[in-house]
Structures are given as structure tokens and as C-alpha cells.
């Protein structure tokens, strides 16, 4: 059953993400660009790098290491496309759905683990994170989850093998496994060992360590140890605000009958208040942010539902959810900028915007037209700067762009309303 229920939920949240792509739409074209060039460049034998992100290069000096990728790498190399990573994206939100169904199962029985499997399914938050492009910080989700399913049953490899899980997606796994180890070693949950709290603590301590080792630099999006100025906007806060009504509509706050998990997930929610981040967003570049918090969340959420009398609880999650945010969508109308960039071949040297850039990557060179207005030089930047026209022989750009100016004597090669093709 769980088996059925993660592959049914991959296939709908990977044609959403892959039509979402395919329509002009994804989450954040550029970084849906830039992990694509990182792993085209790696699966063909080029370095681990972008320079579309301005960050260090390199699988270790990247701010953000992601253990999950050389296996992204190697299912690239036999199926080279897009659309694999963006499949590979909604299996790792879906699978999740697995130790959703095992945890309820243990805690009420079959009925109140589909119903809680429905209830994460029509989840406005998790459907975002489901088709948030390309992040390997998916795993957040079923990794942290399984941890939970794993400990309410006792089980000492389940524990092991979801925590690697987690740790696969990105660093910042590191202290939201430790969470959850604190947590599991001080209060009650399931048939959970405290031992096993302080074996989670441990590893999550050997990785991190193992991280700070080897990365120059790290950096988490949720920090909370960062000592940061909290933010001010009444705009802000009154999203919050609303952001934290839907989330008591929805129900989830069933979890403070069995509030372990929403224990172990205080230091996350004390570092998304205090960032200035805008992550309560369901679409856009911060979408994938919700996979922080929704796994701490549904663990508790599904454990305390079952305290409510007559079975009710799951359906009440279930309502609650399908009514609390709005669902994700995909565009039925196809973009008519496929048009120009069906005519830039692959072996072209491009520049593109920011509407536009995810669907001309997974090649050699690619830069965002942006970037060719950049004059500081980044730090770790060794090779000629700033880029400009002459380092491409194609342009992709809105037609009304301030780059015109400096394109005269390049080639109009086709436009439609609002973008025009160039060559040189």
C-alpha cells in the first residue's frame, strides 16, 4: 500500500512540476537553472559547478552541500533531461508519504493512515514544496518523518536509514536530526528508546562535524543560533499572521496532544521568525522552505488526532487541510516562448532571463542577462569579470530590455510578445 500510495503521489506532483517548467512557470527558473548546469556539467565530465549561482564552486565549497547528488548525477547520465530532476524532486516530497502511512498505521490503525495520507496530500504547504522545481533539501521531508515513524516503533535501522536520508538533502539536516534527538531522549514517544535520542544527537554531531571539516563555507537558510536583527515590517508580520491563522485551520494543531515533534521543531520555528526570509510564501524561490517545519508538524498532527473521540480526527485534518490553503495548479496554456527557444541550438553559448533561463540550461555556457551588469567582481571569482554580450552568441531577453542599447549590431532572429531572440 505505501509502496502504491509514493509512486501514484510522484506521478501528479511530476507532471505538475514538469508542466509547471514546460508552461514558463516553475518556482524560480534560476536556481532551477543552476542545479541543472551543476549536474549537466558533472554528468558530462565538467567540474562540480554554475557560475550561475555566485557563490563558490565545487561539490565541498558550495555554501551548500548536497550528499544526494552524485546519485541525481548518475541517473542523469542514463537519462538526460530536465524533466529527471524534476521527477526526482516530487518522488523524494512523495516518499515521504511512507513513513506517514507507517507512523499512523502504528498509532490507530489502516483507516486513520490513509486518512492522514489524504490529509498530507491535500496540505496547500507540502503540495508547494512537492513541486518546487529541483531542491535535494526535499528530503528534509521523508527523512525527518521517518525518523518519527521509526522511533514511535522502536525501530533502530528505520532510525538509521531515514536520518542518512535526511542528511543526503543538505547540512542543514544535521541539527534538524539533532532536534530530534534532544527531543527523543528527554520525552515519550511511541516505543522510542532514549538511547536512541542520544544515538540520533550523536550522528547528527559526526556529520556536522564531518561537514565543518571539509566545507570552506556553510551556510543555512534557517539558522537558529544566527545572531540576526529580526525583522520590522508590518507586511511582513501580518503575512505571518495570516500564514499562521490558515495553519490553525487546517488542524494540524491536533499535535499539541502529542507535542514531541512540534518540541523538536522550536529552534526551527524561532529561526524562520527571526529571518527576514519571506518562507510562509507558497510559491516562488522560498517554496522549499516549508520542508523545515511540515515534517515536525504532520508527526505530531497525526499522533494527536487520534485522541479525538470517535475516530474523527484524521477527517477533521483532512478538511481542515483541503480548506486551510489554496492548492497548486498548472497552466493550461502553452507559453509561446517555446517558439524562440526551440530555434538557440545545444551547443550554443547563451544568455537569458529570469522568466526564461531554466528551459536553455543543461549546457555548456549559460548566464543570466543580469549578470552582465554585475561590476563588483565575487570574491572567489578567478576568470574575467563582468561577463558581457561577447561571451555568448545567443540572447533571450524581454523585448523592452536596457541591453537593446548595447546590441546593435546583433541579429533580430525571431520575436513574440514579449521576448526577442538575438544572435550575434
Known sequence: MPATIVLVATVVFAGINIGNAAAYTPQWSQDLA?????????????????????EPQGFWEMVHTHLALPLVVGIYKIVPFQQTLLILHSFGASLAL?????LAESAAGGRHAILCVLAVLAFGPYQAVAIADFRPSVLFIPGILGIWASAWRGSWVGLIAWSLVAIAGRQDATYLVACCGIVLALLSWGKSKRTQGFFLVALAGVFWTIFWYLKPEMFFHINPTATTV??????????RLSFGLSILASAWW????????LVAAIPILWGMLSTGREWHILGGPGAHHHGFWIPFVVASGIVGSRAIPKGLGPLVLLIGSALSFPWVSMPTEASSLQRLTKQIPQSGRVAADYETIHSLSGRK????IEQMYMQDRPRHWEKTWPITEEDVEWILMPSEHRLAERLDTWTVVDTVNSHVLLRR
Do not use: M
Not at 230 to 239: C, D, F, V
Not at 365 to 368: A, D, S
Open 230 to 239: 529580526w525583522p520590522t515590517s508590518t507586511e511582513l508580520w501580518n503575512n
Open 98 to 102: 511512507w513513513p506517514i502511512f507507517r
Open 254 to 261: 491536533f499535535g499539541l496532544r502529542s507535542p514531541a515533534a
Open 365 to 368: 555556457t549559460l548566464w543570466n
Open 34 to 54: 543552476f542545479f541543472h548546469q551543476l549536474v549537466h556539467s558533472a554528468a558530462t565530465g565538467g567540474p562540480w559547478a554554475s557560475p550561475l549561482i555566485l
